[in-house]
């Protein structure tokens, strides 16, 4: 079955260093990938979306990659701060169906 | 202010009961969705939406209902029949367009909890 996995373990860094957060998905190909930042008891809110024939995209301080060939997206924060700290999650819309399908999440701690 | 309003924020219910979500937007999305999240789990989908009278059961709908009978409304019923109904809930909505993965809008969410 198709699935999109995210790595469950919190990620703690120290601010100013860059986070880097991964996304796979097995046994199809996205078009795109979304990815969400998520606060405790908040709602998630979009961040950025990479199509599959975009290999980055940058917002800000935020870097996406898409690696069809490692069947993998990698989100980066440059010059992490302590309110940086959530949940971030990764997304896609499965194809022609619009069921919006959300990886696990990983959580990020940036110590000051 | 153009957005999305689920309420109430907090819900309390019997066991055995069934209770309704509300689920509201006001941004001309065709697009709507139910999620649940437990504690430090991601986001499953219950049911979704993509026109008014149309719906489609997402991975686990047992135990939910939902009607589409307004395009900017998509309420959620949790029945007796759900096992395990304590939980935060999320709604969602997007533009429909096909394959533009437009970004989906959340709503404040409703924490539920059996007593």
């Known amino acids: 079955s198709q699935k999109i996995e995210q790595n469950s373990e919190a990620l703690n860094i120290q601010e100013g260093k860059t986070a880097t957060l991964t996304c796979n998905y097995t046994n199809y190909s996205p078009a795109y990938l979304q ?3 998520q606060d405790p008891g908040r709602g998630p809110v979009f961040l950025l979306l990479i199509r599959e024939n975009e290999k980055e995209k940058r917002k800000e301080r935020l870097k996406v990659t898409f690696d069809t060939t490692l069947k993998q997206s990698l989100f980066h924060i440059t010059a992490s701060q302590p309110a940086d700290s959530a949940t971030y999650l990764c997304a896609h819309l499965m194809d022609s169906s619009y069921k919006l399908i959300f990886g696990s999440g990983t959580r990020l701690l940036v110590r000051p | 202010d153009g957005g999305i309003t689920q309420s109430p924020k907090y819900l309390f219910r019997k066991e055995g009961q069934n209770v309704t979500l509300s689920c509201e937007q006001n941004l001309n999305h065709d697009a709507m969705y139910w999620y649940r999240q ?7 989908l219950i049911y979704y939406s993509q026109i008014v009278n ?10 939910y209902s939902v009607s589409r009978e307004k395009k900017e409304s998509f ?6 029949a759900q096992k395990n109904p304590t939980a935060f809930y999320l709604c969602a909505s ?4 096909p394959g533009e993965g437009t970004e989906a809008f959340f709503g404040q969410g409703t924490r539920l909890t059996v007593v």
């Open chain 1, 35 to 37: 990815w969400y930042r």
């Open chain 2, 38 to 44: 437990d504690p430090g789990q991601g986001l499953r």
């Open chain 2, 54 to 63: 149309d719906f489609q059961k997402g991975d686990i709908a047992e135990g």
């Open chain 2, 75 to 80: 309420p959620l019923t949790v029945t007796s």
């Open chain 2, 94 to 97: 997007s533009i429909d367009l």
